[in-house]
């Protein structure tokens, strides 16, 4: 057992825009939280991985070729491997707890 500090908190990314880290890895799967400020912009890629995102604080929508949505705190998102996706409108900080599996760029090509 291992308690994840830090998983899903807020702190603001600076200069860079956006932030990432991860928090927990394992062959299986990573744990991270990823912020991005209010009016700022999502400049992730696919992921090799499917994911999960549980939005721990702010406000915006995740778009995806198929649908757009509104998040906030506690809204659960998961995105399968290969799927474009962004959040947009970001109008409060938004916090995530992300869940890969397998782990964070462990597949080299979507299956």
């Given at each position: ?8 908190t807020?702190k603001?990314?600076g200069?860079a825009?956006?932030?990432w880290a991860?928090q927990?890895r ?5 744990v991270g ?6 009016g700022?912009?999502d400049?992730q890629?696919p ?10 604080s ?6 995806t070729?198929?649908?757009?949505a509104?998040?906030g ?8 491997a290969g799927?474009?996706h962004?959040?947009i409108?970001?109008?409060?900080d938004l916090?995530?707890l992300?869940?890969f599996?397998?782990a964070?760029?462990?597949?080299t090509a979507a299956?």
């Open positions: 057992m291992e308690i994840i500090e830090g998983a899903g807020w603001h990314p200069e825009g956006n932030d991860e927990l394992t062959s299986d799967l990573s939280t990823y912020c991005i400020p209010a700022g912009l400049t890629s992921h090799t991985e499917d994911e999960i995102y549980v939005v721990t702010g406000r915006a929508k995740i778009q070729p198929d649908r757009t509104d998040v705190p506690g809204t659960v998102v998961f995105v399968p799927e474009e962004r959040f409108d970001v109008t409060e916090a995530l992300v869940v599996g397998p964070f760029g462990s597949r299956s």
